[in-house]
């Protein structure tokens, strides 16, 4: 890969790492050759996700929106480069928190105070934004102006951020067949995303929590090699007191504003990212909040500094409503988690085949007869009539359905979910009483509205 241009015009000039979805590369700009970026490289066997374009398009949509002094500018984004799917991010100088604690083990709470105030001024401005990091950990924090005055934090990767109103109900949750995968790195994600709750904020600071014990012990709370234990641990375990695993060096203080972080519930915790960074600092006796405040900014500050792109009116086209199209439209109060076992249960009862899944939207197909196949798409006039000829045949007022789901999180914050349902024909089977269609559909919505409680 080195030499190779990147979006044209970043030429790679050595890698700075790899992990499981990405590797990431020092370029330069080549009409600009003292200016250094950092490309980092999606693997191909991420890009194979069905659902990748959606997780690449809402990274790159979450790091455009935000800007903060203590969090790593997007600069520059390709999903379809000739190198891959590539972002392209300012390149900061520095040791990633993970590779410092490699080399130093643990560091001395005062020293871990300061540091925590910039990730905690970081953290405030995304969480006023309405963004939630949901992956924080060593390998994302990047510590600069390393060990010297003005040692810093700037925080990198606020990726998933775009899903935070969108649900996701994965296949394998409906279908009961294949992995379920969490979002975040297991070793320091919390307890509400294990369990499926609904994830604000203070998830954030769960993870924050892991991370100053880490760096305060040079262990972390839940050290189980098996990941079903290390996220029952999270759930289920308390943290081992830091006198008992050789830690007496840390003030009681100090611990017990550790601890209260790492509780199992997010209103047994610290309640925003400045109450966290405050708390520290009284048990070290120090203002870690204001000493750590951007230039430029007043201590008091809090600053939104997210920039929205207001959407385009188009005027709707002038078209006829599909008379076949039937839709209904509810809200619910429940978390993800719980809507997928009632679904799974609704797609069981009713014979449904869950076509797909992605964030906010799920596809599910029924009473398609044995040996169906749908036609390729673009095949129209004689031989998309020849194929509609071949398929296998249906009675009168049994014709296979479609039914899309779609669901939003009015507030992220708060269990609830607006549905909307679209009962729609296959193009193969047009029905042929619209009453009785119209019938079958209004069935369907109302046993759906019974089964999440609507």
Not at 212 to 228: A, I, K, V, Y
Not at 236 to 261: D, F, S, T
Request: with cysteine; charged share 25%.
């Amino acid at each position: 890969m080195l030499g190779k241009m990147a979006l044209g015009k970043y030429r790679l000039l050595h890698p700075l790492g790899s992990g499981s979805n990405a590797e990431v590369f020092l370029a330069e700009h080549v009409k600009h050759p003292g200016r250094r970026v950092v490309v980092k490289r999606v693997h191909d066997h991420v890009v194979t996700h069905p659902k990748f374009p959606q997780l690449f398009e809402a990274e790159v949509r979450s790091m455009r929106n935000f800007t903060h002094p203590y969090a790593v500018r997007l600069l520059d984004a390709s999903l379809d480069d000739p190198l891959g799917p590539c972002l392209v991010m300012e390149y900061v100088p520095g040791l990633t928190l993970e590779d410092l604690l490699r080399k130093q083990r643990r560091l001395d709470p005062p020293r871990v105070a300061r540091l925590l105030g910039y990730l905690c001024h970081a953290l405030q401005a995304a969480h006023d934004a309405g963004i939630i990091h949901r992956d924080l950990k060593p390998a994302n924090l990047m510590v600069t102006t390393l060990g010297r005055p003005g040692e810093s934090i700037k925080v990198m990767d606020f990726g998933f951020a775009g899903f935070v109103t969108k649900p996701h109900i994965q296949l394998a949750e409906l279908t009961g067949h294949g992995p379920i995968y969490a979002i975040g790195t297991p070793a320091y994600v919390s307890p509400e995303m294990i369990r499926g709750d609904p994830v604000d904020p203070r998830s954030d600071l769960y993870s924050v929590g892991v991370i100053l014990f880490e760096l305060l012990t040079g262990r972390l709370p839940f050290d189980h090699d098996r990941q079903d234990k290390l996220l029952a641990a999270h759930v289920r375990e308390a943290p081992p007191r830091m006198h008992k695993i050789g830690c007496g060096h840390v003030p009681p203080g100090v611990e017990g504003v550790v601890q209260l972080a790492l509780s199992k519930y997010p209103n047994e915790r610290q309640q925003s990212a400045r109450e966290l960074a405050e708390e520290f600092g009284r048990a070290i006796g120090e203002d870690v909040w204001d000493q750590s405040t951007p230039v430029g900014e007043e201590p008091g500050d809090r600053p939104v500094v997210v920039h929205h792109t207001p959407p385009v009116a188009r005027p709707a086209p002038d078209l006829p409503p599909d008379p076949y199209l039937v839709s209904d439209a509810f809200e619910v109060t429940m978390p993800d988690r719980l809507a997928a076992a009632k679904l799974r249960g609704f797609v069981e009862d009713v014979g449904g085949e869950v076509l797909a899944s992605d964030p906010g939207v799920i596809l599910l197909r029924l009473g398609a007869p044995a040996g169906y196949k749908p036609a390729p798409p673009g095949k129209t006039g004689l031989f998309g009539w020849l194929a509609t000829l071949r398929q296998p045949g249906v009675a009168r007022g049994q014709e296979p359905i479609e039914l899309e789901f779609r669901m939003e999180k009015p507030d992220p914050s708060f269990a609830r979910l607006r549905v909307s349902v679209i009962c729609r024909p296959l193009k193969e089977y047009p029905p042929q009483n619209r009453t009785l269609w119209q019938e079958r559909c209004g069935k369907l919505h109302t046993m759906l509205r019974q089964y999440l409680g609507a």
